[in-house]
């Protein structure tokens, strides 16, 4: 557990992840001289980013609190272990649904929470990026689908996505690089269960080998992903941007955790406060980047006010912290006759995208894509306890049905709505920063779209002779929009370009940006974005705009 | 480190090698020119032999294939030991064949290869129930992952190689030796392409499934097909087309020599899978299958074995184009 | 539908095969070897708590028993929070002790006596009315009884129980998984090298099975 202890990204050196006990050399940047970007977060919106933007020649440092892992030689095949991976420090959440955080949906390690995400690499179906013009929900985003579109394209290729040969969903999309995984008997019940209720499947497009690639050997199917993976099949950012980032001129600094971003007499940023090594330190900056996800950003852009910036950097429209938006993860749960053992392969190996693109015969706006389900003993006890309420002997047997159980959940959409929000509590963590308020309110929308979603996947599973189903009626999982982009200063908090309306020298490059979710699991969307970005900061420099 | 570059440099490292060995191979293989005007039985057995042992090294690829993927299914179903025990039966067989000079098929022989050939039918019969019954209807998940099509034809080709030596034997007292009705030669080349090119398309789709990661895995999509061509164009082309007869022989031997460097790419495959070889009892199923590659050997020995019989009625060719001037003016009214 | 059985079956004959590597060994270990002595709770507390795992997760007396009084000991102890904290719930010590206090303040209010000191069935009559908010004792000082319940008492004892390897063999689970992890991904195909299930009436196919579970 030393990577908890020591930085590993120090006196010119990284670890090089992908081969035991090696090292890569890396650059290393003064703090009393202005580096070109200060990236604060290394997950699936910073990690993309350093990459691309040290790639185009600028010098960056990029800050992590968490630690540097060797997936090959820290990781164990253990949930409870592997804790060590999630954002464990405290939140507070309230509201009517407060959110149940931690292992969810936030990492605290380079390489962010892709270093224990499900892999889930989706595509957002292009009217949403128009949905308050096409279907009359939400906000628009600035960004046209086709431009994002053909960064998909370039993501799955970076990824070397594993996916199916034709995905049945939406438009023509070109041929994934690596080919789907083999589906495992939890993602063929979907299959018969999608059959049932006469809708298209399709294996799901994983962020996880199907084939060796260069040091990282195919998926071995062990079925940990969401604990970490310690073959290096997962293409983390730990595994790909990260590295990329080193050989390209970025300095990563672990067990960084930076408190506040530093804004001139001029207004603009000029570098940021970090605790590393036991103290705190400066790091001057030309241009500042937050890519912490939709808490860890609104926080320190919050903590970071100053008598120019009285309610927090880049908050002049007010909506810093606000529409704080989640996914809906509910599901139906049941036992078939048949030995499933779902603990076997990737979590959710097969999905259905019909509601995402199906309009006709819903009570609601939004979309759901839902998938095959294989959470391990832990994570399955919660559910059983949570959810479903059990205790006692009732517990103990029905968690013996465990390798025969099969279950159907979605990723949800939620709407936008101002009482759900980032604020900062009066408690303080252990850096002295003063921890995150996270309320959250579920709407009537939401509601109806859980319903929806609940009555359909409960009919498949009985169509596949599943007993004793039962419906998770609470969860949710992914986050976003704490940070929106938008068309104008007054009702967004950067534009287009992730660049803040206020501080123009400050961007914010994470899943906080999003006007709305969408159905599907979000990574993918934030590393196009990421890397769209990066584009653009390229193209702004060309032109002597930045 | 295995980066893009340095597998592009052992792809085209293994490839230009086994080009120079299999035109080593060919230019130190000398013939006796032969003039005489029956077919010189000695050849004709000895190109039997060489399908006995092609029959037998496929049988032999079909057997270890077999009892891997059959494992695999923990031999659910009875039927699953068949091809494990017809595959020995082809490959005693094919041994018994490699040690007999006899001019004459052999009765057990021929009935192992029909049962061989037989159940490689029928296996593939099963394994296209078996995927027919898949959830999610037909598609590129069951082609990928579910019981494979084209594995059971590998026994068929095992079969169907030794049937043919069986009959070249018979054939070798003959003045003209047919099979099939079609001249030796010609049958023995026309059955090896096609064999080469199915067992070309189970490469492709199964590289496929590998998204050609390695460029080595284009090599047995690309140089099987053109051996097959040109081993079909020979036999097609007549007998004056020497250029075409050495560009085919020179294929077949790399093809010959591209099977055995498959097993030693799939073994480099299972070294990059995670655990290499301790992880092995994952690893030997779940990584490139080790014994699948020497299929296309045992394929391209036979189309040299065809040449040997294409030769042959090459050398007889001036005595039976005598024949066949002759021959219109009996037809004659 | 009869409850599944894998009798015979292990987890721990895999500890020196492929499917366990080195940081996998020390964890578990680690957590085989937890003091069984608390740290956190004092005398009386303890006492309540064993009550307690004894209700939440009752546990068969044909095996040596999970010592989840220690697991949620050490969590407490170590003060391994969970990253998030509904707003009504203190702190996790805090939350234990206040919780510990007001379940027995119940069991002297209803019973006059000490919750320890109850039946088995007043034990899960209390439970139960804790886990449907009923309870109203001024000493549970403004956490509700449901949610101390569900998202820390249960939450904390029963994930203490399926981290225990012991817990993965009574429900067929693989355990680690790494560097081997698995070949045959279908429903109703067992890799040698996992539990295999009891069909009725060939208890000894399945006990055989599992004995050569490495």
Known sequence: MDALETPRGRHGRAPDVLRPGAWLPMREYPQNEPVDFVIVGTGAGGAPLACKLARAGFSVVAFDAGAWWRPLEDFASDEAHQAKLYWLDERLCDGDNPLKLGSNNSGKAVGGSTVHFSMVSLRFRPEWFKSRSLLGYGVDWPLDWREMWRYYREMEQALKISGPVTYPWGPKRPRYPYRQHEVNGAGLALARACDALGVDWSPTPLATLSAPRGDAPPCVYRGFCVSGCSTNAKQSALTTWIPWAVRAGAEIRDLAMVGRVETGGDGLASGVHYFREGRWQFQRARHVVVAGYAIETPRLLLNSASARHPDGL??????????????????????????????????????????????????????????????????????????????????????????????????????????????????????????????????????????????????????????????????????????????????SVVDADCRSWDVRNLWVCDGSVFPTVGGVNPSLTIQAIACRTADRIVALAARGDL | MATPHTLRLVTLGATALMGAVAWTWQARETRAPRRRLRPDTDVLVEAARTLNRSAGLLALAVAADSALEHARGDFHNRAMYTPLATSLLSLLASGHGHRDDAAAAHRLRDGCYLAAGLTGLVGSGFHLYNVSKRPGGFGWTHLFYAAPLGAPAALVLSGLLGYYGERVRDAAGDRVPRVFGLPAGQAVALMCAAGLLGTTAEAGLLHFRGAFQNPAMYLPVTAPPVSAALLAGTALAGPHRPGLRALSRLWLRFTTLLGLAGSAFHAYGITRSHGGWSNWRQNLHAGPPLPAPPSFTGLALAGLAAHALLDEERHLTPFHARLWRRRPAWRLP | MSLPRYPGYDVLHKRNGPSWNEPTRRAVDARLALPREPRFFDARQWALLNALCARILPQPADRPPVPLAAMVDAKVFERQGDGYRDTRLPHLQDAWTRGLAALDAEAEARHQQPFVALSAGQQDALLTAMQQGMLHHPAWGGMPPALFFSERMVHDITGAYYQHPTAWNEIGFGGPAGPRGYVRLDSDRRDPWEAAEARPGREDEAREANRRVR
């Open chain 1, 314 to 491: 880049a908050n002049r429209s007010g909506l810093l912290g606000r529409n704080l938006m989640v996914q809906t993860n509910n599901a139906v749960w049941g036992h078939l006759e048949e030995e499933v053992r779902w603990y076997k392969g990737p979590p959710s190996l097969a999905l259905c995208e019909h509601w995402n693109y199906e309009d006709r015969g819903k009570d609601f706006f939004g979309g759901y894509c839902f998938m095959s389900q294989g959470p391990l003993p832990a994570a399955w006890v919660a559910t059983q306890t949570g959810n479903h309420g059990l205790w006692g002997q009732a517990l103990v047997d029905e968690m013996r049905h465990y390798n025969h159980q099969v279950g159907l959940k979605i990723v949800g959409e939620t709407l936008p709505q101002e009482r759900n929000r980032v604020t900062l509590a009066d408690e303080h963590d252990q850096y002295g920063l003063p921890v995150a308020r996270v309320t959250w309110s579920m709407g009537d929308n939401d509601r109806r779209l859980v319903a929806h979603a609940l009555d359909f996947m409960g009919r498949g599973l009985d169509a596949i002779g599943a007993r004793d189903i039962w419906s998770e009626a609470e969860n949710t999982c992914h986050l976003g929009g704490t940070a929106r982009m938008g068309f104008d200063a007054d009702s």
